[in-house]
């Protein structure tokens, strides 16, 4: 089995490589220097001289904010270099792992979205990333979909990162208390991710750390457990303006990993703990 994972640069990416070396699986990491999602003729030449069995696809664009005013890049990124790279894979008969976003719902009510509920997303990126699955769907058979959110791991910017600095040089820190949703630690969702793309259980998944807590939530714990100060005072989304809308409700249902056999992410505030370990704090 040889595993091109996409996005080595990148915070997931650069862990389900680390996986999958740590679990002697031959794999070759992509960044954007040998494959750039926004060209279709380098992706084919690629994939094809890389001849992998399988596509663990990480890299996309994912600058939630700048995608509503550079929509033409993130869909050329996002669901143009999606597709090539889907159909290169059905072409070369290599299975394909997804990773997408639980922006691809509205998120209304506080239920959970179960995978096959509708997607209807609020943001330029969502709408990518959407449009992207739609495309996987169409043209391969072979495929593994798995919607994540608030991504959080040592090698990129994030949200946990964003407030350990907001921590260290604020005393008060306003954070959104209306956006209800699960974080995900890379290093957890890469031994899934790896787990999942050895076998031939294809699907849509939803995969995040267990629990669920608003921004505001999983910053105070961000304070607490690495012992900051930096009061957070709670807001409401409609009081911190930003490009694009964000779903209230990002609850994700999680049954089809049980379904599956496969094992849920640990808990999240366990999951915060190592990653605060593993950087340092
Ligand atoms: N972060 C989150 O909270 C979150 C939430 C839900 C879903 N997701 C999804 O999870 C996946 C992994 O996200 P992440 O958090 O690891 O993102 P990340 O840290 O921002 O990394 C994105 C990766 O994509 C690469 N990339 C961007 N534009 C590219 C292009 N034109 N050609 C080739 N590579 C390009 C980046 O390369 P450079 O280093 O060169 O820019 C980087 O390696 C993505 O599919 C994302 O949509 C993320």
Redo the contacts with the bound molecule.
């Keep these: 089995m040889n595993i091109l994972v ?9 862990d389900v490589a680390k996986c999958l070396n740590a679990r002697e699986i031959p794999c070759v990491g ?4 040998e ?5 279709g003729i380098c992706i084919r030449q690629y994939i094809q001289k890389v001849r992998p069995d399988a596509v663990i ?7 939630v904010n700048r995608a509503q005013s550079e929509r033409e890049l993130c869909r ?3 669901v143009e ?1 999606t597709k090539h790279i889907a159909a290169v894979c059905q072409e070369l008969g290599a299975k394909l792992l ?6 691809v719902f509205p998120g209304e009510g506080d239920g959970y979205y179960r995978t096959t509920d509708a997607t209807a997303p609020l943001n330029v ?1 969502g709408e990518s ?1 959407r449009d992207a699955e739609l495309a996987v769907a169409e043209c391969m058979e072979r495929y593994f979909i798995v ?7 040592a ?5 946990v990162s964003t407030m350990l600095k907001l921590g260290r040089e604020k005393e008060e820190i306003r954070v959104v208390c209306d956006q209800i949703g699960s974080p ?1 630690y ?1 290093v957890d969702l890469a031994e899934l991710l790896c787990d999942m793309v050895m076998t031939e259980k294809y699907g849509v998944y939803h995969a995040t750390n267990e629990g669920v807590c608003s921004f505001a939530e999983l910053a105070q714990e961000v304070m607490r457990q690495a012992g900051l100060s930096a009061k957070i005072i709670p807001i409401l989304a409609k009081d911190y303006p930003s490009p694009a809308i964000r779903p209230k409700n990002s609850r994700l249902d999680k049954s089809s990993l049980d379904c599956a056999g496969f094992c849920r992410l640990p808990e999240w505030k366990d999951a915060l703990r190592r990653y605060l370990k593993e950087i340092g704090v």
């Design positions: 996409t996005g080595i640069t990148g915070q997931l990416g650069y992509a960044g954007r220097a494959l750039d999602l926004a060209d696809h990480c890299a996309a664009y994912t600058d050329a990124v996002n270099g997804f990773v997408s976003t639980e922006y990126y990333k919607r994540i959110s608030c991504a959080f791991g090698h990129g910017k994030n949200f995900t890379t």
